[in-house]
């Protein structure tokens, strides 16, 4: 299929980890709906390995926070040359722009689904109604209904890490106008450092989906900006970048990679595993933006999967769960074998890129250029 949108000077190591990111999410709520922990891949792949795949949707989601905090300001210093220079108005705008016209429709067809009963997408009435979850929806507090009532339809849930990103879009040009500089940022993320891993264990306490709060990830997100705007002022020796890939590859893969060894060191105890990932991506990050800057990454045709998947991540993220649903849903009603397991969940993955490409490219993105040249 060709892609009608170009799109130019795109940060390739980005897209690709993205892409991660994103194809960690799909997997996840595949494993939950397979349950592929009592299949024979369970038993083919090493238990680290099967954990890696089948088990870091969660993390993939943090990541996605940390590089939403760096591409949201490196925009902003792109557009206007630094934080403090942020034009509050056109920033609200661009955002709207780029986010709510797919958001808004989704809501709207997800509100269908539930009017006409379509299994899977039916809100539990002893939860919530369907006009409290579009006014938390449309107001940006998913994830707080739901530690309130439990589990939403996955089609709705997949919205609480929406709703924790757009409130802090909506406080990034406050934050911005306090922040004149990289010290005053630099301090603003050691309060984070100190609340979000706190929130993440004592907000809420006892309740499984605590960790669902706003300050829960603003950490993640502050270490992302704080990273842009420090590769935007500071220089580095090649030397010194690479050491900071390396320790980045590091700590993602121990996070990611030893559980088990992250657990029994307590991390997860502290709250410090969403920490430690975060530190590890900013450091990626630096690295990752002065390759791109020195025009030296190189698009390796093994990994253009990804990178396209990280192209439209947004657009997959919001919708995969009706491929994942629907999905599920034919391959249980047509009685297929375990043999037919891995080349049906490839699939299932294949057409939700192409959904979340088909949406990018004649809907949303198209939708974001018309706005911004219209107004």
Request: proline share 2%; hydrophobic share 55%.
């Amino acid at each position: 299929m060709k892609n009608p949108i170009t799109i130019k000077n795109r940060n390739i190591g980005i897209d690709i980890l993205r892409g991660f990111s994103i194809l960690f999410v799909i997997l996840l709520h595949l494993n939950i709906r397979f349950g592929y922990s009592t299949t024979f891949l369970k038993e083919i792949l090493p238990k680290k390995l099967f954990s890696l795949i089948f088990w870091n949707g969660m993390y993939g989601v943090v990541i996605f926070f940390t590089l939403s905090g760096y591409l949201i300001t490196k925009s902003v210093i792109a557009k206007w040359g630094a934080v403090s220079q942020i034009d509050v108005k056109k920033f609200y705008f661009f955002r709207f722009a780029r986010i709510i016209p797919l958001l808004f429709t989704l809501i709207f067809i997800l509100s269908c689904f539930h009017i006409f009963q379509i299994d899977g997408f039916v809100i539990n009435p002893n939860k919530a109604s369907l006009a409290r979850c579009v006014f938390a929806a449309l107001t940006f507090h998913i994830n707080w209904l739901e530690i309130q009532v439990g589990y939403l339809p996955a089609s709705w849930d997949v919205l609480w890490s929406i709703s924790i990103e757009e409130v802090f879009y909506l406080l990034f040009p406050i934050i911005c106008f306090f922040i004149r500089n990289k010290w005053q940022l630099f301090f603003l993320l050691i309060f984070f450092m100190c609340l979000s891993p706190y929130a993440r264990i004592y907000f809420y306490e006892g309740n499984e989906l605590a960790s669902k709060g706003y300050f829960a990830y603003f950490d993640a997100i502050t270490f992302g900006c704080f990273m842009a705007v420090i590769a935007d002022q500071i220089t580095f020796q090649k030397w010194l970048l690479r050491i900071f890939c390396l320790v980045g590859l590091s700590l993602i893969l121990f996070i990611i990679y030893y559980k088990k060894i992250v657990y029994d060191l307590g991390l997860v105890d502290l709250g410090l595993n969403i920490t430690i990932l975060s530190v590890g991506v900013s450091f990626l990050l630096l690295w990752l933006h002065n390759h791109h800057k020195m025009g030296k990454e190189k698009d390796y045709l093994a990994f253009r999967w990804l990178k396209s998947m990280g192209v439209y991540s947004y657009e997959i993220y919001l919708t995969h769960m009706f491929v994942v649903i629907f999905g599920v849903q034919i391959y249980k009603y047509l009685e297929l074998s375990s043999n037919y397991l891995i080349p049906y969940s490839l699939l299932l993955i294949l057409l939700s890129y192409f959904l979340g490409r088909i949406i990018f490219n004649y809907f949303s993105e198209p939708l974001n250029n018309w706005l911004r040249r219209k107004f």
